[in-house]
């Protein structure tokens, strides 16, 4: 009986301590702090904290924290604001009263709008069906839609997903919507019928289902805050799946972390978890051209690299792609580095980055809503912010039939005969882009040719300014420079419009003052020989290799000059070649410096005369006439389907010379290049012995008369003029009529 009692009231004392602990988790209260970001120390600081940022903005940083992670801030010296000091009563009170889950839907209810948009459009649907189960062995959906749903079609296929994160149940809601918006739609809405007849949407409404029915018991009424899996770490729970996928996974500490208790821990391994096994298996069972993951918050687009301050080889497409979604959305765009932090293990990279178990996907990423919205928006912030998501959707889904026709063709390859005695010829050129070949091409003559110095006082037409402007703060000779720009994530270019033809002994020099971030920003010099298509860094007396910070790809310009200097760059790897040259400038998020000033640029090569002869030629030739003596140079652009056009083809030259010239003077016999005794023997030898005759020309070089014979009168001519100071031989016609 004892024993029995004491066992009782182990229990009773356990179930009492259980009690109270869940009760002391479930008081546990999140808070969101406004840390300033004032200085590079402050970012570092707030680092080495390792908080959950969760929005970045103009020297700020938003953090969610607890009772710890607040006292921890307290005492780190950073000046901070609690914005929020419960966010989930903050979150609660912006619902809609009455509704579980504060009006978003239970994951049984995402799970039933599933099934209740395939039982309503069984010829465009196929049903929902598990692709695989969670670490708790919650069912992974996917469903499809298409013209033909059931069957595999040549058709692009996309596979857009959410959450990821279980905090983000914005994402779910958008998917659902933009299955409505596909199946209400269809048969009756031109782009949405042709887009379910000619693609293959796969779509998976909630990727974490452990997490996000975490969130659903432990906050019945909407706003938990559980971000991770539920993957049991010890001492901590949850992995973070987006820093979980293979390429790059770990390859540092600022990416993911490696530390369980952090919101962005990478777990054990790639693919250690059973959520990203499944989605792993999946998209390498597919072809897909496009996969959307949806996360939230910060209105923005996001695309590779994450893992690295660098640019992938298809930068220009991404570009073009955020482009366009930037303009129907309104999202901030770029790589996650260039906005926000650098990334490492995340679906995105791995999309992209892996090609070898699958095909390349162009991989990109939302962030559905602003800070306000926060990741529980206010019930009446639902409709707008799918409705927002939903011009993109559709975008991505355009663009999958041909994405390369959303960047320039690629550039013509032209040739020509480079001396030519006639007023015309043809010009030739090849166009080998398959993926967006030219619809006619622009085919231009330059003359006019110079070489020297840019001093920045002219509008030159030189230079294509892509954030750079023309500034009058500062500059060397007279009044103007080039200016990088100083802001935020700025990544501004400034490229020759004419390719420089490298000579011996060459190089670039230039002025410039700069007050750039030590360390952190940096300025490049690059040189292209491709036309822009790739570009190399230069090295020069204002580089350096240091990258103290990651931040330097190579020849960088950081720091400050505190002068005016002079910078030159040997292009002694260039001799030969015709390269682009271009200023970059790339700033990070956080301190922004001075920036760049750029004046007295040379080499510099530019035409007096740049005419268009057409825009319309459709075949790879083009005859040019109506030339005068001169030196010509040509090139060529593609325009494509999209009126985009290409970058300049190579320039290739073509010297006219309609009227003959001579190097030899008429009754020099003997082309010595002066006339004497020698050339009358000469003469006379050939008219009666039938010796060698006049050269270079057998009767212009020995027509002393210019009768337009060679005789015995040719000598006497040519020995009165040495011997007596008779008249030049030859005085009276000009060389070249003998050359007709």
């Given at each position: ?5 004491t066992i ?7 179930l009492?301590?259980a009690?109270f602990t869940n ?9 969101q702090?406004r ?8 970012y570092l600081?707030?680092?080495?904290l390792s908080?959950?940022?969760?929005y970045t903005?103009e020297?700020f ?8 992670e607040?006292?921890?801030l ?6 901070y604001?609690?914005?929020?000091s419960d ?5 609660q ?5 009455g509704k579980s889950m504060?009006g978003?839907r ?7 709008a ?6 309503a459009?069984p ?18 959906y996917v469903m499809k ?9 040549s ?5 857009y ?5 279980a905090r ?7 998917l ?16 949405v019928?042709?887009l379910v ?8 409404t ?8 975490y ?6 009424g909407?706003?938990?805050l559980?971000r991770?899996n ?5 001492s901590?729970f949850?992995?973070?799946l987006?820093?979980n ?10 990416g993911s972390?490696p530390?369980?208790s952090?919101?962005?821990?990478r777990?054990?391994g ?9 989605e792993?298996?999946f998209i390498e069972?597919?072809?897909?051209v496009?996969t959307?993951s949806l ?11 994450g ?6 080889p ?8 955020a ?9 901030s765009?770029?790589?996650?580095w ?21 095909n ?5 990423t939302?962030e559905?809503g602003?800070?306000?919205?926060n990741?529980?928006?206010p ?5 707008p912010l ?5 011009g993109?959707e559709?975008?991505l889904?355009?663009?999958a039939e ?20 006639v007023?015309e010829f043809d010009?030739?050129?090849?166009h080998?882009?398959?993926?967006n070949?030219?619809?006619s091409?622009e085919?231009w003559?330059l003359?006019?040719?110079?070489r ?25 000779s ?7 720009g100083t ?5 501004n270019t400034?490229?020759a419009?004419?390719a420089l033809?490298?000579?011996a002994?060459?190089?670039l020099k230039f002025?410039?003052?700069?007050d750039?971030e030590?360390?952190?920003d940096?300025a490049?010099?690059?040189?292209s020989?491709?036309?822009g ?15 103290p910070?990651?931040?330097?790809i ?5 720091g400050?000059?505190a002068?005016w200097?002079q ?8 001799v030969?070649q015709?390269i ?11 301190v ?6 750029i004046?007295?640029?040379?080499p510099t090569e530019t035409?007096?005369v ?9 075949d790879?030739t083009?005859?040019?006439s109506?030339l005068t003596?001169?030196?010509y140079?040509?090139r060529?652009?593609a325009?494509d389907?999209?009126?985009q ?5 190579n320039l290739e ?11 030899w003077l ?5 082309g ?7 050339d009358?023997?000469l003469?006379i030898?050939?008219v009666?012995l039938g ?9 212009g070089?020995g ?5 337009g ?5 040719d000598?006497l001519?040519?020995?009165a003029?040495v011997f007596a ?9 000009d060389c070249v009529?003998y050359?007709k």
């Amino acid at each position: 009986m004892i024993i029995h009692r004491t066992i009782a009231a182990c229990l009773l004392a356990a179930l009492i301590w259980a009690s109270f602990t869940n009760q002391i988790q479930a008081a546990e209260k999140f808070q969101q702090a406004r840390v300033t970001i004032e200085t590079r120390a402050d970012y570092l600081a707030l680092k080495a904290l390792s908080l959950d940022e969760v929005y970045t903005g103009e020297k700020f940083i938003d953090v969610i924290v607890n009772a710890d992670e607040l006292q921890a801030l307290s005492v780190s010296g950073l000046k901070y604001d609690v914005s929020i000091s419960d966010m989930t009563t903050f979150f609660q009170s912006r619902f809609e009263p009455g509704k579980s889950m504060g009006g978003y839907r239970t994951l049984s209810e995402i799970e039933l709008a599933m099934d209740s948009i395939a039982t309503a459009n069984p010829l465009i649907v196929r049903p929902k069906w598990s692709i695989g189960n969670s670490l708790e062995g919650r069912p992974i959906y996917v469903m499809k839609i298409s013209d033909n749903p059931l069957s595999d079609e040549s058709e692009p296929e996309l596979y857009y997903y959410a959450a990821h994160h279980a905090r983000e149940v914005i994402t779910p809601e958008a998917l659902i919507y933009f299955m409505r918006y596909l199946t209400n739609n269809y048969g009756t809405n031109p782009q949405v019928t042709y887009l379910v007849n000619n693609r293959e949407f796969f779509v998976s409404t909630c990727m974490n289902p452990d997490g996000y029915y975490y969130n659903e018991v432990d906050e019945p009424g909407g706003g938990g805050l559980w971000r991770k899996n539920r993957r049991n770490n010890g001492s901590s729970f949850g992995v973070d799946l987006n820093r979980n996928y293979g390429y790059q996974w770990g390859c540092d500490d600022e990416g993911s972390s490696p530390t369980g208790s952090s919101e962005t821990y990478r777990g054990t391994g790639p693919f250690s978890e059973p959520e990203t096994q499944v989605e792993k298996a999946f998209i390498e069972s597919r072809n897909f051209v496009v996969t959307l993951s949806l996360h939230s918050f910060s209105d923005l687009f996001l695309y590779p690299w994450g893992y690295d301050r660098i640019y992938t080889p298809d930068n220009d497409l991404f570009a073009a792609m955020a482009d366009t979604v930037a303009a129907l959305a309104g999202y901030s765009v770029g790589p996650p580095w260039q906005l926000l932090y650098p990334v490492n293990g995340s679906s995105d990279d791995w999309g992209y980055g892996e090609q070898t178990t699958k095909n390349k996907n162009y991989a990109v990423t939302i962030e559905i809503g602003n800070d306000t919205d926060n990741f529980w928006p206010p019930t009446n912030r639902i409709s707008p912010l799918v409705q927002n998501v939903l011009g993109p959707e559709l975008f991505l889904a355009r663009m999958a039939e041909a994405p390369k026709k959303l960047v320039p063709p690629k550039k013509p390859l032209i040739y020509a005969q480079a001396d030519i005695a006639v007023s015309e010829f043809d010009l030739y050129w090849n166009h080998l882009d398959f993926d967006n070949p030219a619809q006619s091409y622009e085919v231009w003559q330059l003359s006019g040719y110079t070489r020297g110095s840019d001093n920045i006082e002219t509008v030159s037409g030189n230079w294509l300014e892509d954030g750079f402007t023309v500034s009058t703060t500062r500059a060397v000779s007279g009044t103007k420079s080039y200016f990088s720009g100083t802001a935020s994530n700025l990544n501004n270019t400034l490229t020759a419009v004419n390719a420089l033809q490298v000579l011996a002994g060459d190089s670039l020099k230039f002025n410039a003052w700069y007050d750039l971030e030590d360390g952190w920003d940096y300025a490049y010099v690059e040189a292209s020989t491709n036309g822009g298509g790739t570009w190399a860094t230069l090295p020069g007396n204002i580089t350096t290799n240091t990258n103290p910070n990651g931040n330097n790809i190579g020849n960088g310009i950081t720091g400050a000059s505190a002068n005016w200097v002079q910078a030159k760059f040997s292009l002694a790897s260039y001799v030969g070649q015709n390269i682009l040259v271009r200023f970059r400038y790339v700033s990070d998020g956080f301190v922004n410096d001075p920036g760049l000033w750029i004046d007295d640029i040379s080499p510099t090569e530019t035409y007096s005369v740049q005419s268009m002869l057409t825009n319309t030629e459709t075949d790879t030739t083009y005859h040019v006439s109506g030339l005068t003596d001169g030196a010509y140079y040509y090139r060529v652009r593609a325009k494509d389907a999209e009126n985009q056009l290409s970058q300049f083809s190579n320039l290739e030259l073509v010297n006219v010379s309609l009227t003959p010239s001579c190097t030899w003077l008429v009754g020099d016999a003997n082309g010595s290049g002066t006339y004497s005794v020698s050339d009358a023997i000469l003469v006379i030898a050939y008219v009666f012995l039938g010796g060698s005759a006049p050269a270079p020309d057998a009767i212009g070089s020995g027509d002393a008369d210019c009768n337009g014979m060679v005789t015995i009168s040719d000598a006497l001519w040519i020995i009165a003029n040495v011997f007596a100071g008779g008249p030049t031989p030859g005085a009276a016609c000009d060389c070249v009529e003998y050359l007709k």
